[in-house]
């Protein structure tokens, strides 16, 4: 519909920020345009904050939007990435194992973090979780895409039912690890299974941003050879692409960056399904112009629902997992009767 | 030219292939016939550089393709494949655009874009550019196919020969399209290109072939030029049948009419 509208992209960028704004404005300290032009004129000039507003904007406000909309963005191109890999529109990291695996393995430094902590003190230092929740999430993913793959193609099937038992292993790994922790600070079984950005800091930005940063740029890159894996393992070779080769790279790219942003943020499904589903609609399924619409739309998305998590029951606080779940289940549900009736030679729209 | 040395290749005991040696002159259109399971399509992978694990030797122009990496093949080689599962939604232009991936780094240069063009010009898709691929028929589906392998060898690069391997092209065509696409592809075929297709149709390969190779569980049992080979004791020996081989009054190649007995 806007396959070849120049505007799409700039018009995106700008609702993208009006969402920011918002998101930033909207809470139980209201903060205005004002406040943050204030704000940033002290922190160039080296004051404090002068006062409530200005220094929820610098502590709480902003880095929580930030954290948000980088998440939303990846958890979106991790969704286009992982279609793209499986050729498969109704894949995404939280129905494959990565984010379970990647909560699991950051849960464990969370409530053993003391005794891992002095064993790899020098080596990972602030990166420990992180480096956990990677490794969770890694033999998470690799598990279902080697179980999931008999002779030489994945079904859609196994995937999916592997999927759910790789996610209740993952599950109940962070269950157990919340149920051992004798701290009361020690995250909680929903934080790890439906999200929230309530403790976002800005060292969270910092690290998720940057590593998003550069992943992405590689999976642009990676962008036409993506098109090319859509044809299928056979006909990408013709095309002079290695699919096996750049299925290993997506595959540990895709992993870094959600297994990351997991890590401090928790389990939030359905992003990466709802985001590029409805920007093929749109804008259809070249990756050159997917890729970037994802990131600019599944940021926007993210943001928006953590405002109304915010919002709905204020002053209490709604999981976020719980309002992409809400409108996720559905469009997979929908998306899983498409493709069956592709699958099933019915005429495709 | 394109050289194939005794090409041998076992899935676990079975051979598939027995020791295949053939050539194909550039310039011409070389079609391989034979029946279910003697090996055609396994012969067309090995040849084309999918396919690993063979014995003996491919050589384009004298050069070992084992000595060329994957994005060097693309360059000078297409293929058509029987089918090509596409499941996701994207335009006849952009599905045409990825016979170009391998000439250009992230976005199409000028030559590209005028490449697309033309092909889509001689196969008649002007008119449905912007359709969403999924929902063309199939045999529309089978001509993008065919424009976008066209469009990936379009143009000749360092005087380097071209490659067009094509495994049973007509599948979905009606008989208008079997013809237009059969007649394209001998317009196409200059000195420097090689065709090598895989059909089943013997009076088409007969009336647009320069070459024919049978195969029989996994061995050429015979090849040359139509007029020159084909006869009803090697259509017996290959495919079982019994015909009647008469001259074509239009094309004087030879026509098969294959009867019940």
Redesign the interface.
């Known amino acids: 519909m806007f396959?070849n509208n120049k505007y799409f992209l700039p018009v995106l960028i700008a609702l993208l920020v009006i969402v920011l704004l918002c998101a930033i404005g909207f809470g139980a300290v209201p903060i205005t345009l004002t406040d943050i032009i204030s704000a940033v004129q002290h922190y160039i000039s080296g004051q404090p904050a002068a006062n409530i507003h200005e220094a929820v904007f610098w502590e709480l406000r902003l880095p929580r939007v930030l954290l948000c909309a980088i998440t939303g963005a990846i958890l979106a191109v991790s969704g286009v990435l992982m279609q793209g890999l499986f050729?498969?529109?109704i894949v995404e990291p939280g129905l494959v194992g990565t984010s379970a695996g990647a909560a699991f393995g950051a849960s464990i430094v969370f409530v053993m973090g003391t005794g891992i902590g002095v064993a790899f003190k020098s080596a990972t230092g602030p990166f420990l979780v992180p480096v956990f929740a990677f490794a969770g999430g890694m033999l998470a993913t690799y598990a279902v895409y080697a179980l999931a793959k008999n002779a030489k193609r994945v079904s859609t099937l196994s995937l999916l039912l592997i999927g759910i038992a790789i996610n209740a292993i993952g599950l109940s790994g962070t269950g157990f690890m919340s149920y051992l922790a004798r701290d009361p600070q020690a995250r909680s079984i929903t934080f790890w299974s439906l999200g929230t950005f309530s403790g976002a800091s800005w060292s969270q930005v910092f690290i998720v941003g940057s590593i998003a940063a550069i992943i992405f740029a590689i999976a642009l890159?990676y962008?036409?050879q993506l098109?090319?894996l859509?044809?299928?393992e056979?006909?990408a070779?013709?095309?002079?692409?290695?699919p096996k080769r750049l299925q290993q790279k997506i595959l540990v790219i895709n992993t870094a960056m959600v297994s990351v942003a997991t890590a401090f943020v928790g389990v939030i499904s359905f992003m990466g399904l709802i985001v590029p589903h409805i920007l093929?609609l749109l804008i259809?399924?070249?990756n050159?112009k997917l890729l970037p619409a994802s990131m600019i739309s599944g940021a926007m998305l993210l943001t928006l629902a953590d405002m109304m998590a915010r919002l709905l029951l204020a002053p209490a606080e709604i999981p976020i997992g719980i309002i992409t779940s809400l409108v996720g289940a559905p469009i997979f549900i929908i998306l899983l009767k498409k493709?069956n009736s592709?699958q099933q030679g019915g005429?495709?729209? | 030219m394109l050289r194939t040395e005794n090409i041998t290749y076992s899935i676990g005991r079975k051979k598939i292939l027995k020791g295949i040696t053939a050539e194909f002159e550039s310039g011409k259109l070389h079609m391989i016939l034979g029946p279910n399971g003697s090996g055609k399509s396994t012969f067309l992978?090995i040849f084309?550089?999918?396919l690993k694990g063979y014995t003996g030797k491919v050589t384009y122009q004298q050069q070992d393709i084992k000595e060329l990496n994957?994005?060097a093949?693309?360059?000078r080689?297409?293929?058509m494949?029987q089918q090509?599962?596409?499941?996701?939604?994207?335009?006849v232009e952009?599905v045409v655009m990825?016979?170009r991936?391998?000439h250009f780094v992230?976005n199409p240069t000028k030559k590209d874009v005028e490449i697309c063009r033309q092909v889509i010009d001689l196969l008649s898709l002007s008119s449905f550019t912007?359709r969403?691929y999924?929902?063309l028929s199939g045999g529309e589906k089978q001509r993008v196919q065919f424009a976008r392998v066209l469009a990936?060898i379009w143009v000749q690069n360092n005087n380097e020969t071209r490659f067009l391997f094509l495994d049973e092209p007509l599948n979905s065509l009606d008989i208008n399209y079997q013809q237009e696409f059969l007649q394209v592809l001998r317009k196409f075929g200059k000195d420097d290109v090689t065709m090598i297709a895989v059909i089943h149709d013997i009076n088409l390969a007969t009336q647009y072939a320069d070459n024919l190779l049978f195969f029989k569980e996994g061995s050429l049992v015979k090849q040359g030029a139509p007029k020159e080979i084909i006869s009803s004791g090697l259509l017996s020996d290959v495919f079982q049948v019994q015909s009647t081989i008469i001259d074509n009054p239009v094309t004087k190649q030879p026509l098969v009419i294959f009867s019940s007995q």
């Open positions: 396959r050729r498969n529109p890159s962008a036409k098109n090319a859509l044809l299928g056979e006909e070779t013709y095309l002079g692409v290695d093929r259809g399924s070249d050159k493709f592709i005429n495709s729209a | 992978k084309s550089g999918e994957i994005e093949l693309a360059k080689r297409s293929v494949s090509t599962e596409l499941g996701f939604p994207l335009t952009e990825m016979g991936y391998p992230f912007s969403n999924l929902t990936q």
